[in-house]
């Protein structure tokens, strides 16, 4: 299963990983996804969502200001 924000489209980048004697050697850098239960006010059900935890945030934020998802 891929590790990727149903939301904001986030995943795996890749890179290198640089040493003091500048050595290079390849690298992954993986996005912090949550599986959360978010409550949808359009619908008034829960739904399950695996989503990073900085659009977490932003819902959140959201969610005070009386916006849905």
């Known amino acids: 299963m ?3 924000c149903v939301k904001t489209g986030k995943k795996t980048s890749f890179g290198n990983t640089r040493s003091h004697s500048l050595r290079h050697t390849r690298r992954q850098w993986k996005p912090n996804i949550q599986t959360k239960r978010v409550f949808d006010p359009a ?24 916006r849905t998802i």
């Open 2 to 4: 891929p590790r990727i």
């Open 43 to 66: 619908s008034g059900t829960y739904k399950k969502m695996k989503v990073s935890t900085s659009y977490l945030r932003t819902l959140a934020k959201r969610l005070r200001e009386g």
